[in-house]
């Protein structure tokens, strides 16, 4: 994990697929510890397991991780982390879901069938290999703002979206090994036991997911642009640094630099690739949540980019 100073602002990121016989019970102390600990995020519970983004100085989170760690199956839990310049969440939420991330598939289940983890150092060779598909478990919106080299593009707007992708271009992949990747590995778990499920017979997935490559790249690296992440960051590239995108509030893309440096750009309102995907009525009232935005951020000046953890 990189190295961070005590001042720093921590954002970890972890998952654990385990089994939770009561979710909801775990949710109000686990709640508490992780205030009491001034940490902010969103962690989902659920009878599968536990999945979450938190930040907080590295005291906080070590805190919250302390609390997590008893829980069932979650004994040698770790966490990815990052340093944030600022605050990336305004507030914790702590909820009870039926999935800790949806895929809608009931039979998928990693914590008894998964792919094959291949460890950052060794993902270039194995993606390079002939034989190999590279998958990206991400969504539209993810992937625009970067992906791997050659990675085929589901084109889903969600993840639940997956399995009927698969289902219609199966077929494109027979007789090959898959290798898929995702933001921090957690859709990879489910995508891939999914896979196994229908019968492929070689299914591989980057262990840690894409953050944990960018966290070290090697130096002829295979990702092209940036990796969106769902906090204030909205980007993050090699070395976990912060990106240069922002958030775009009507569509829930990132936009870049040359993005924001276009005349359709409106904070809040529109960007390149949303500005004919609304009306006038639409576009006041995003007007009107954009300006309560501001009027938030004002008094406390740190904002979770979109309300979503989907890693």
């Not at 992937?143 to 077929?171: E, H, I, L, Q, Y």
Request: glycine residues 10%.
């Amino acid at each position: 994990m990189p190295d961070h100073r005590a001042s720093d602002i921590i954002v970890a990121t972890f998952y654990r697929f385990t089994r939770f016989e009561d979710p909801e019970a775990l949710r109000g102390p686990l709640a508490s510890a992780c205030a009491a600990a001034g940490a902010k995020g969103t962690i989902i519970l659920a009878r599968e397991g536990v999945n979450g983004t938190i930040a907080a100085s590295r005291t906080g989170v070590d805190a919250a991780l302390a609390r997590l760690r008893p829980l069932p199956g979650c004994e040698s839990l770790a966490a990815r982390t990052s340093a944030a310049a600022a605050p990336p969440f305004r507030r914790l939420d702590v909820r009870v879901r039926p999935e800790i991330v949806t895929l809608g598939d009931p039979a998928a289940d990693p914590s008894r069938r998964a792919g094959v983890h291949v460890a950052p150092a060794d993902w270039n060779a194995l993606i390079r290999a002939p034989d190999v598909a590279v998958i990206d478990a991400r969504n539209a919106y993810e992937v625009a703002v970067g992906s791997f080299a050659g990675a085929v593009d589901p084109g889903t707007a969600s993840f639940r979206d997956f399995p009927k992708w698969w289902a219609a271009n199966a077929a494109r992949f027979a007789g090959k090994r898959i290798a898929m990747f995702c933001t921090g590995g957690i859709r990879c778990e489910k995508a891939s036991s999914h896979l196994l499920g229908q019968g492929v017979a070689h299914v591989h997935q980057l262990e840690g997911g894409i953050l944990a490559y960018l966290a070290a790249p090697p130096a002829e690296t295979l990702w092209r642009g940036g990796c969106f992440v769902f906090d204030a960051r909205v980007t993050v590239g090699p070395g976990l640094a912060t990106g240069d995108h922002r958030l775009c509030h009507a569509c829930g893309g990132a936009v870049s630099r040359a993005g924001q440096a276009h005349p359709s750009f409106e904070p809040g309102v529109s960007c390149p690739a949303c500005i004919d995907a609304y009306g006038p009525a639409d576009r006041a009232r995003f007007r009107m949540r954009q300006r309560q935005i501001a009027l938030a951020a004002a008094r406390q000046p740190a904002a979770d980019a979109s309300g979503r953890l989907d890693r």
